[in-house]
């Protein structure tokens, strides 16, 4: 038994797959301790009822914003630092680089370890890997010594070169290991060259493993205990696509802090591959934030991101997030002009038409008052909306916020004004992180589709789509857990790589014969070297016990971080033989030249391995395809109610999702609703019920 697990700012949703059946449960998420919030839920969906099912293995795969959420609020663990003497203050000194440059009065974050919690150890490792000083015996004693006076937490260590020889972390580690506290060393987390970027990550890495740790050994015992299942084993989503063991989860947390967006990403990929897509943009609208990622065929992943103004090195999928989503809340700025987030109603007390207690205008509250939302069937009915509530928090922003303005020079002065330019400054922020991952990267948005998900995406996209030319927006079956949904689909995924800092043998060598024999010899030797990591990398796999075989099921993707020698930055390509070639094709695509007569420089050398999981049964979906497509549109109708697009109400018809056949197609003015989100489709769109039953919207041609 497998249910996926997505924890949102308001909502925690759970997916349970039988076949090509999918169940799913929504609940309140509990933001004091997430894990109640999910034992809640998978309670809801796996309770056995009889003996054979309650000896059933369980296994929930979750991802979770608990690293996110430490990191963001600076709420982890009190890390001690140990690095090579002399560099103690490089977590401080940074790079040269500044994020807003012409910003005289700019402040950077402060690091996540303080001058008192940094302690440089005598060692020195050569860029060649030679030990040229090794740690003494007493000095590594002192150090433990100074280390536990500390009542440090968490211990992070990371020496100069260290990647290219461990042997003086190793010591260090040892030394430490009986102050019974986690210690996150950089040749494990992250053997790479970059030391910043490195002592960044490692940094990262100790700050948050105390407290994913023990948020994950709760959530292994609640789940255990409220779906009455003893067999039960918790996963946990990584931030590059793949599911990992809670063990190592909290080993190295820094790897799940873009947990929770990845499981809409992956099934995304999953979608588009299922109709047929080579180009999409997954648009993901939850309760806090909204996640964008543009795909051509793989989602792609980059080593090169930030979070919180930290920079973290591990492989993550290439998200853009924005501080847009239902719960968000209005505000006037100092200007006096309408803001929106990124400021969050978030489960308690949620937004006001949740009746717990909310008095602040959202994104959800403006849908309901505009007739998007419909109070009767949202959550499939199970949980009625408060409208009265909504209209009076609009009443009352208008009377304490707008007072001080000229509510007639902002265009607020009732509450359908109110709620016209919530949905328009929310969409304009989105659309903003739209274009970042289309035309700021020289793509046509145009030429994607959007697939769209999350509990309010829904009631944005068709209008989004527009705003950017984008002919067609697809929103999937159960899309307010589709993100829950592609974390049940993710594949297990062990992520490793290594620095080299390799030559590539010249390509233009003058004896032809020469050059045959050097690039065959360098291929032998980055096979060697992968299959060394390759082995390595398998033996942890059987170490942790992930399935039957896995070790062995695993398939190895191999890749190679390339540049031209003297560049600082590199562009990944598969390890082939014609990676050279591969690479220069690349840079033309990103930078529009290349320079073959260059020489290359492999810098790190990158594996993945990936044990496949149980994807949808299609033979089902099919048979039930067939049993719905017969249906008459007509029975999906459940009434008629006014909406408003623009400044003009006009009459929409309100859809049941459930009861559309397969083929059915409808002009809008339309709501569909159903249990996990509701749909708008503008006046100028048509919907379409395709052999999937994904619903397709599509503009009129103008």
């Known amino acids: 038994m497998r249910i996926g697990v997505d924890t949102g700012g308001t909502f925690t949703d759970c997916v349970r797959m039988e076949g090509s059946e999918v169940r799913i449960l929504k609940v309140f998420s509990t933001p004091d301790d997430a894990a109640r919030g999910i034992a809640e839920g998978v309670r809801g969906l796996a309770t056995p009822t009889d003996e054979a099912r309650r000896r059933q293995p369980l296994e929930v795969i979750h991802g979770t914003t608990v690293g996110t959420n430490t990191l963001l609020e600076r709420r982890g663990a009190r890390v001690a630092l140990v690095t090579t003497a002399g560099f103690e203050d490089l977590i401080e000194i940074g790079r040269q680089a500044r994020p807003r440059l012409y910003d005289l009065n700019v402040q950077r974050e402060p690091p996540l370890v303080s001058r008192a919690f940094r302690w440089g150890v005598a060692e020195r490792t050569a860029a060649d890997g030679r030990v040229l000083l090794r740690p003494t015996p007493a000095s590594l004693r002192r150090l433990a010594q100074r280390i536990h006076r500390s009542r440090a937490e968490s211990v992070a260590v990371c020496f100069l070169f260290s990647f290219r020889n461990p042997a003086n972390e190793r010591a260090v580690a040892r030394a430490l290991a009986n102050l019974g506290l986690a210690v996150s060393v950089s040749h494990e987390i992250l053997p790479e060259f970059r030391e910043y970027e490195r002592l960044s990550t490692v940094a990262i890495n100790a700050y948050l493993a105390p407290r994913l740790g023990a948020y994950l050994a709760r959530l292994e015992h609640a789940v255990g205990e409220g779906s009455a299942l003893p067999h039960s084993r918790v996963f946990v989503m990584q931030s590059s696509g793949g599911i990992t063991t809670a063990t190592r989860a909290a080993r190295e947390p820094v790897r799940t ?7 809409g990403v992956v099934a995304s990929s999953w979608l588009a591959a299922q109709v047929g897509l080579a180009r999409a943009i997954s648009f993901d609208m939850g309760g806090t934030s909204t996640d964008v990622c543009l795909f051509e065929g793989r989602p792609p992943t980059t080593s090169e ?109 009732t509450p359908l004004d109110l709620a016209r330019g919530i949905l328009a400054v929310s969409n304009a922020t989105m659309e903003r992180a739209l274009r970042v991952v289309s035309v700021e990267r020289g793509h046509d948005p145009r030429d994607f589709a959007l697939i769209c998900f999350g509990g309010a995406g829904g009631l ?203 083929g059915a197609e409808f002009a809008g003015p339309a709501i569909v609703v159903e249990y996990s989100s509701t749909t708008v489709v503008p006046p100028d769109w048509t919907g379409y019920v395709d052999e999937h039953r994904n619903l397709v919207l599509t503009q009129h041609a103008r």
Not at 316 to 342: F, K, M, N, Q, T
């Open 257 to 263: 802090i873009l947990s929770g967006p990845a499981g």
């Open 460 to 662: 944005h996209a068709a209008e989004l789509a527009a705003a950017l030319g984008l002919e067609r927006v697809i929103v999937p079956r159960h899309p307010g857990a589709f993100s829950a949904l592609g974390i049940l689909l993710s594949d297990i995924v062990r992520d490793v790589s290594q620095s080299v800092l390799l030559p590539v043998p010249d390509a233009h060598a003058t004896q032809p014969g020469s050059r045959s024999e050097a690039k065959r010899s360098f291929i032998r030797d980055l096979t060697q070297r992968f299959a060394h990591i390759e082995r390595k990398a398998r033996h942890e796999l059987t170490r942790e016990r992930l399935t039957s075989g896995a070790a062995r099921q695993a398939v190895a993707e191999r890749r190679l971080d390339v540049r031209y020698a003297g560049q600082s930055y590199e562009l990944s390509v598969p390890f082939t033989r014609d990676f050279r070639e591969r690479f220069h094709r690349e840079h033309e695509r990103a930078y529009g030249h290349s320079s073959p007569e260059r020489p290359l420089e492999i810098a790190n050398l990158r594996l993945r391995l990936i044990v496949a999981t149980a994807k949808p049964a299609q033979a089902a979906a099919r048979r039930q395809r067939r049993q719905l497509r017969g249906r008459d549109i007509r029975a999906a109708m459940v009434k008629r109610k006014p909406v408003w697009f623009g400044k003009q109400a006009s009459e929409a018809l309100l859809y049941d999702r459930e009861r559309l056949p397969c």
């Open 305 to 413: 991101t930030t979070l919180g103004g930290l920079p973290v090195a591990v492989p993550v999928l290439d998200i853009h997030s924005v501080g847009a989503g239902g719960g968000s809340l209005a505000r006037l700025d100092a200007a006096g002009a309408l803001r929106i987030g990124p400021e969050s109603a978030g489960a308690e007390p949620g937004p006001a038409c949740y009746g717990r207690g909310g008095t602040r205008p959202t994104v959800t509250d403006a849908n309901l008052v505009l007739g998007r939302l419909d109070p009767e069937y949202f959550l499939g009915g199970t949980f009625r909306l408060d409208t009265p509530a909504a209209e009076a928090s609009f009443h009352e922003f208008l009377r304490r916020e707008v007072r001080g303005h000229n509510a007639a020079r902002l265009g607020l002065t």
